[in-house]
């Protein structure tokens, strides 16, 4: 590309912008800046008007803010039905990528009028890096990429940032560029609506990040504007009259409440996902679910340094190309080669949270067990239900290119000392739990991890079935500083050192502050100051009657 071609973009979107200022979108500007179109025409690959759109969006945006309707026809000065003769290139800008579109929460709901507009950043970055315009439909990776986009849709809709028929249209786009996945081929083959399409696509993002089902409330709140046809669409479905209930792809869970009633994927549509390489560990859904590792947000922890170096340890083991040179070693030794760890140490300490960052990082799916709440479950059939997990488990990882994790998160409840067999049903029950997970974890070949809080009581027959053992420690005062300086940058230096040294916080309690100044700022409008938040730490601590004075400095 040559040298100046920048300048010469700008200078064209410069020169349209000028001539164009209050022309009324007369014939005699289109023939005044018509090089200039032609110039960058050529460059977007887009028509002379796309590109004369285009042009005072750029402009606009580096004026200010995002671009509406209202801002095009104040610059030019027209009459806003001749501009939106040309709504269909402004369709064409959005559906390419070169614009970013959305939803106005406060202006009337009339087609283009609460649009809000923005000339893609990787369009703008292109420019100034003197370097040609990209493709701009960004193609996503992979069907689950997809799923999550649909997901992120879906909330904008529901956060009001999207209107319910953009959403639809651009399922309806999606359909049709992404037949490739076989999945999308097969939501195609059926013969679905826009609307249907959607709801059993986002159906299908809930069901493998770990929810069951979704209320039809909430449905159709997201889906609808108008309650006249959000309720008949709600109907259709409750009558047995929707596409989805008739094709057994959805199937209706009553409550008692009948906005609270749950849909949720059939068994068929669970054996479409399978068949279409959507991975799903369902069986026993209720006790237990697959987390992929990019379904997971990044999350920064910090450690004391001695935690930091066990547990960078085991994170490099986790590695696909460590963990094999591993495994082949051990199995030449006629060693275990199973890696299991135990995390354990005072709730808030991030363990939980670590194992989902060494999932992410090292691109693990987690099958997950919270075991205080499934082990309910487990009474009266412990010794089929528990051996299943591992059962399945090993299954699962053989369908896996790469070995997931099974967790037993907060697993205090079946790792502790064991008690006599005498003394009750229960304490039986858990004795034979206890004896199937440690016949299962003496030959175990994959990857297990336990967290804990009350690893004090934990029974000596585990601790030799754990290869790590790592007590995570409430972090010291620097540590904790680092973090309230990453999750309240506002604060000075010297405040986050006081905070940290006044207040005995993990970094979950951390947190818990940390959410309620983002409440306070998005109610009350500016960031809280520092009063503010030494009394969320007080609330914290459950001290407010014993408040403790402390000097600290004015954000």
Same mark, same amino acid.
């Given at each position: 590309m040559e040298t100046g071609i920048k300048n010469r973009i700008l200078q064209s979107i410069g020169n349209v912008f000028d001539k164009s200022e209050a022309s009324k979108l007369e014939d005699k500007l289109f023939r005044e800046i018509e090089s200039d179109l032609a110039v960058l025409s050529a460059y977007f690959r887009t028509t002379p008007m796309q590109a004369f759109i285009l042009a005072h969006i750029f402009a606009l945006n580096y004026k200010g803010d995002t671009v509406d309707f209202s801002d095009l026809v104040d610059h030019l000065k027209c009459n806003p039905m001749k501009l939106l003769v040309y709504n269909n290139d402004i369709e064409?800008?959005?559906?390419?990528?070169?614009?970013?579109?959305?939803?106005?929460?406060?202006?009337?709901?009339?087609?283009?009028?609460?649009?809000?507009?923005?000339?893609?950043?990787?369009?703008?970055q292109a420019i100034l890096d003197n370097k040609p315009v990209p493709e701009t439909t960004e193609k996503i990776g992979n069907v689950i990429g997809l799923l999550e986009k649909i997901n992120d849709m879906a909330e904008k809709s529901n956060d009001k940032?999207?209107?319910?028929?953009?959403?639809?249209?651009?399922?309806?786009?999606?359909?049709?560029?992404?037949?490739?996945?076989?999945?999308?081929?097969?939501?195609? /083959?059926?013969?679905?609506?826009?609307?249907?399409?959607?709801?059993?696509?986002?159906?299908?993002?809930?069901?493998?990040?770990?929810?069951?089902?979704?209320?039809?409330?909430?449905?159709?709140?997201?889906?609808?504007?108008?309650?006249?046809?959000?309720?008949?669409?709600?109907?259709?479905?409750?009558?047995?009259?929707?596409?989805?209930?008739?094709?057994?792809?959805?199937?209706?869970?009553?409550?008692?409440?009948?906005?609270?009633? /749950?849909?949720?994927?059939?068994?068929?549509?669970?054996?479409?996902?399978?068949?279409?390489?959507?991975?799903?560990?369902?069986?026993?859904?209720?006790?237990?679910?697959?987390?992929?590792?990019?379904?997971?947000?990044?999350?920064?922890?910090?450690?004391?340094?001695?935690?930091?170096?066990?547990?960078?340890?085991?994170? $490099?083991?986790?590695?696909?190309?460590?963990?094999r040179k591993i495994q082949k070693r051990l199995s030449g030794k006629n060693l275990p080669q199973g890696i299991t760890v135990l995390l354990y140490g005072p709730p808030g300490t991030g363990k939980t949270e670590t194992v989902f960052q060494w999932a992410k990082r090292t691109n693990r799916e987690i099958i997950r067990l919270d075991i205080s709440r499934s082990k309910s479950f487990w009474f009266?059939?412990?010794?089929?239900?528990?051996?299943?997990?591992?059962?399945?488990?090993?299954?699962?990882?053989? /369908?896996?290119?790469?070995?997931?994790?099974?967790?037993?998160?907060?697993?205090?409840?079946?790792?502790?000392?064991?008690?006599?067999?005498? %003394?009750?049903?229960?304490? /039986?029950? %858990? $004795?034979?739990?206890? $004896?199937?997970?440690? %016949? %299962?974890?003496?030959?175990?070949?994959?990857?297990?991890?336990a967290t804990t809080n009350l690893a004090e009581n934990l029974d000596s027959a585990f601790d030799r079935r754990f290869l790590f053992k790592i007590k995570l420690e409430k972090p010291e005062v620097s540590v904790k500083a680092r973090i309230w300086k990453s999750k309240l940058k506002s604060l000075s230096i010297s405040n986050c050192k006081l905070l940290a040294g006044r207040f005995d916080f993990s970094g979950g309690q951390i947190d818990n502050v940390v959410r309620k100044t983002e409440m306070n700022e998005i109610i009350y409008g500016p960031p809280p100051e520092m009063e503010n938040i030494v009394r969320f730490c007080e609330e914290e601590e459950m001290q407010k009657s014993t408040r403790i004075k402390i000097g600290y400095l004015k954000n």
């Amino acid at each position: 590309m040559e040298t100046g071609i920048k300048n010469r973009i700008l200078q064209s979107i410069g020169n349209v912008f000028d001539k164009s200022e209050a022309s009324k979108l007369e014939d005699k500007l289109f023939r005044e800046i018509e090089s200039d179109l032609a110039v960058l025409s050529a460059y977007f690959r887009t028509t002379p008007m796309q590109a004369f759109i285009l042009a005072h969006i750029f402009a606009l945006n580096y004026k200010g803010d995002t671009v509406d309707f209202s801002d095009l026809v104040d610059h030019l000065k027209c009459n806003p039905m001749k501009l939106l003769v040309y709504n269909n290139d402004i369709e064409t800008l959005w559906s390419k990528g070169l614009i970013i579109r959305e939803r106005s929460r406060h202006r009337p709901e009339v087609s283009l009028s609460n649009d809000q507009f923005t000339v893609s950043e990787t369009i703008t970055q292109a420019i100034l890096d003197n370097k040609p315009v990209p493709e701009t439909t960004e193609k996503i990776g992979n069907v689950i990429g997809l799923l999550e986009k649909i997901n992120d849709m879906a909330e904008k809709s529901n956060d009001k940032m999207l209107h319910p028929m953009e959403l639809f249209e651009r399922i309806r786009l999606i359909i049709e560029a992404y037949q490739e996945y076989s999945l999308i081929k097969k939501v195609k /083959q059926m013969k679905l609506g826009d609307k249907d399409a959607f709801l059993f696509l986002y159906l299908t993002w809930k069901t493998i990040t770990g929810t069951e089902s979704v209320s039809i409330g909430t449905i159709g709140d997201m889906m609808f504007r108008n309650q006249v046809k959000k309720i008949a669409y709600i109907q259709k479905i409750l009558n047995n009259e929707n596409d989805l209930i008739t094709k057994e792809l959805l199937e209706i869970v009553p409550e008692k409440f009948f906005h609270d009633t /749950q849909l949720k994927l059939t068994d068929l549509s669970l054996a479409i996902l399978q068949e279409n390489g959507i991975k799903l560990f369902v069986k026993n859904k209720r006790n237990r679910q697959v987390v992929a590792p990019e379904t997971i947000p990044f999350k920064q922890l910090f450690y004391n340094d001695e935690n930091k170096k066990q547990l960078e340890l085991v994170e $490099n083991s986790l590695k696909e190309r460590n963990l094999r040179k591993i495994q082949k070693r051990l199995s030449g030794k006629n060693l275990p080669q199973g890696i299991t760890v135990l995390l354990y140490g005072p709730p808030g300490t991030g363990k939980t949270e670590t194992v989902f960052q060494w999932a992410k990082r090292t691109n693990r799916e987690i099958i997950r067990l919270d075991i205080s709440r499934s082990k309910s479950f487990w009474f009266g059939e412990s010794e089929k239900i528990v051996k299943k997990i591992f059962t399945d488990y090993r299954t699962y990882a053989r /369908q896996c290119k790469i070995t997931p994790i099974l967790l037993f998160n907060e697993a205090d409840a079946i790792i502790t000392k064991r008690v006599n067999r005498s %003394e009750s049903p229960v304490s /039986q029950t %858990e $004795n034979d739990i206890q $004896n199937i997970i440690l %016949e %299962e974890l003496e030959h175990f070949e994959g990857i297990f991890i336990a967290t804990t809080n009350l690893a004090e009581n934990l029974d000596s027959a585990f601790d030799r079935r754990f290869l790590f053992k790592i007590k995570l420690e409430k972090p010291e005062v620097s540590v904790k500083a680092r973090i309230w300086k990453s999750k309240l940058k506002s604060l000075s230096i010297s405040n986050c050192k006081l905070l940290a040294g006044r207040f005995d916080f993990s970094g979950g309690q951390i947190d818990n502050v940390v959410r309620k100044t983002e409440m306070n700022e998005i109610i009350y409008g500016p960031p809280p100051e520092m009063e503010n938040i030494v009394r969320f730490c007080e609330e914290e601590e459950m001290q407010k009657s014993t408040r403790i004075k402390i000097g600290y400095l004015k954000n």
